[in-house]
């Protein structure tokens, strides 16, 4: 396993890097330049995955003339937009595809290009980007239909970002590399504001060459990023990562409850919390706004009880008990029963209020 953060990087890029940076975002402005989003090694070591890329030049040199990687970008939802934002700001060449054409609108404003398919995007990208919301829709997106692998071929690359589970991962990745094409999956830590700020945790793990070859993309994109090993890893950390999540926020949810029906100020409890062992910045961020019962939607309620169900089913596959992650499932089946699916994930807590837990006949 290999781990990369921004911050342990020097702020000054060495000129090998900086040309590395520039052969994939040739117009990233001065002021990105001065900040640490290429962190690339004190050992680049890109120079022959740089001509995987380049099918339409076969020597690295003339893709350090500006012929650069072309990106592709599927799924522009909460998460996708930023990111394909953000890689469209730092000056790379974006293609852009969503099932609902009109979120395509406001990065095609920005310079993105477009195509009517996945297949289509793959087709004319060298390495194409995936942030899909469930197994189902990685699946299509990847293998249906028009989907990226038939427009995929030997020298590009297929990034899943999505949040799926291992199997669905590796179904991708067979058929990605039946194509001759690499597969990486990369699933993301981090929330909408992290995706603005390109401050994600990437969780890889599949082809280190791609991973390598993609690292200045994600460092555009995210924070850190780690290399796990074989395909399924990077699922497996998100999952097990956003099992424990769930289960904080579905705890966070009953104190909040509890300090309010013994006569505490539960704004008082949030920054009681936030000064203790156990502060997180998910609390400090959503404990307010959940005691004024509003559920501004970064991550929905309804991918969490998805990764919730995907984690359960990896503890079965290797009977590991989970009896905490299994309850706090149940709440947030009981929200989205209620209607709150499309609600941030701490509407969880509504799950908990006497109105929920007996509802009226
Ligand atoms: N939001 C967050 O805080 C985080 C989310 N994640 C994970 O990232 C992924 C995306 O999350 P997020 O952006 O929040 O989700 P959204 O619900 O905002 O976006 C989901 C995306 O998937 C597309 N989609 C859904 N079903 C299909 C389908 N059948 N065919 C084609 N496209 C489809 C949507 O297209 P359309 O616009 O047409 O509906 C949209 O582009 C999820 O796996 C989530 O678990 C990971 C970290 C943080
Ligand atoms: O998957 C959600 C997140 O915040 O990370």
Same mark, same amino acid.
């Given at each position: 396993?290999?781990?990369?953060?921004?911050?342990?990087?020097?702020?000054?890029?060495?000129?090998?890097?900086?040309?590395?940076?520039?052969?994939?975002?040739?117009?990233?402005?001065?002021?990105?330049?001065?900040?640490?989003?290429?962190?690339?090694?004190?050992?680049?070591?890109?120079?022959?995955?740089?001509?995987?890329?380049?099918?339409?030049?076969?020597?690295?040199?003339?893709?350090?003339?500006?012929?650069?990687?072309?990106?592709?970008?599927?799924?522009?939802?909460?998460?996708?937009?930023?990111?394909?934002?953000?890689?469209?700001?730092?000056?790379?060449?974006?293609?852009?595809?969503?099932?609902?054409?009109?979120?395509?609108?406001?990065?095609?404003?920005?310079?993105?290009?477009?195509?009517?398919?996945?297949?289509?995007?793959?087709?004319?990208?060298?390495?194409?980007?995936?942030?899909?919301?469930?197994?189902? &829709?990685? /699946?299509?997106?990847?293998?249906?239909?028009?989907?990226?692998? =038939?427009? *995929?071929? !030997?020298? @590009? #690359?297929?990034?899943?970002?999505?949040?799926?589970?291992?199997?669905?991962?590796?179904?991708?990745?067979?058929?990605?590399?039946?194509?001759?094409?690499?597969?990486?999956?990369?699933?993301?830590?981090?929330?909408?504001?992290?995706?603005?700020?390109?401050?994600?945790?990437?969780?890889?793990?599949?082809?280190?060459?791609?991973?390598?070859?993609?690292?200045?993309?994600?460092?555009?994109?995210?924070?850190?990023?780690?290399?796990?090993?074989?395909?399924?890893?990077?699922?497996?950390?998100?999952?097990?990562?956003?099992?424990?999540?769930?289960?904080?926020?579905?705890?966070?949810?009953?104190?909040?409850?509890?300090?309010?029906?013994?006569?505490?100020?539960? &704004?008082? /409890?949030?920054?009681?919390?936030?000064?203790?062992?156990?502060? =997180?910045? *998910?609390? !400090?961020? @959503? #404990?307010?706004?959940?005691?004024?019962?509003?559920?501004?939607?970064?991550?929905?309620?309804?991918?969490?009880?998805?990764?919730?169900?995907?984690?359960?089913?990896?503890?079965?596959?290797?009977?590991?008990?989970?009896?905490?992650?299994?309850?706090?499932?149940?709440?947030?089946?009981?929200?989205?029963?209620?209607?709150?699916?499309?609600?941030?994930?701490?509407?969880?807590?509504?799950?908990?209020?006497?109105?929920?837990?007996?509802?009226?006949?």
């Amino acid at each position: 396993m290999s781990c990369l953060v921004k911050s342990n990087y020097s702020h000054q890029l060495s000129s090998t890097a900086m040309a590395m940076c520039s052969s994939f975002c040739p117009q990233i402005p001065n002021q990105l330049r001065a900040r640490p989003i290429c962190p690339f090694p004190t050992k680049p070591q890109f120079t022959l995955s740089v001509k995987a890329f380049s099918s339409e030049t076969s020597n690295a040199s003339s893709k350090a003339d500006g012929l650069s990687a072309r990106i592709g970008f599927l799924g522009l939802g909460i998460m996708g937009s930023p990111m394909a934002q953000n890689l469209i700001k730092a000056g790379c060449d974006v293609t852009v595809w969503n099932r609902t054409k009109i979120k395509c609108d406001p990065l095609i404003s920005l310079g993105a290009k477009y195509k009517s398919s996945p297949q289509e995007v793959a087709a004319s990208c060298d390495v194409t980007f995936a942030m899909l919301a469930n197994p189902e &829709s990685a /699946l299509e997106v990847a293998i249906g239909e028009h989907g990226a692998a =038939s427009g *995929m071929s !030997s020298g @590009k #690359g297929y990034v899943d970002v999505s949040t799926v589970d291992g199997a669905t991962s590796k179904l991708i990745s067979g058929r990605i590399n039946a194509t001759g094409a690499s597969f990486l999956e990369a699933p993301v830590s981090g929330s909408k504001k992290p995706a603005e700020d390109g401050q994600l945790i990437f969780l890889t793990a599949g082809d280190k060459s791609l991973y390598e070859l993609v690292a200045p993309l994600l460092d555009i994109m995210g924070k850190s990023r780690f290399f796990l090993g074989d395909v399924g890893n990077g699922a497996a950390m998100k999952l097990v990562v956003n099992m424990i999540m769930g289960s904080m926020m579905a705890s966070f949810s009953e104190g909040l409850l509890l300090s309010e029906k013994v006569g505490l100020d539960p &704004s008082v /409890l949030v920054e009681v919390v936030s000064q203790g062992a156990i502060s =997180s910045p *998910m609390y !400090s961020t @959503k #404990g307010p706004s959940m005691i004024q019962s509003t559920y501004p939607t970064a991550f929905p309620l309804k991918h969490q009880q998805k990764d919730l169900r995907l984690a359960l089913g990896l503890a079965e596959s290797v009977s590991q008990p989970t009896p905490i992650a299994a309850a706090a499932n149940e709440l947030y089946k009981v929200a989205k029963s209620h209607g709150l699916s499309d609600q941030d994930f701490s509407a969880v807590i509504e799950a908990l209020k006497a109105k929920l837990q007996n509802p009226p006949k």
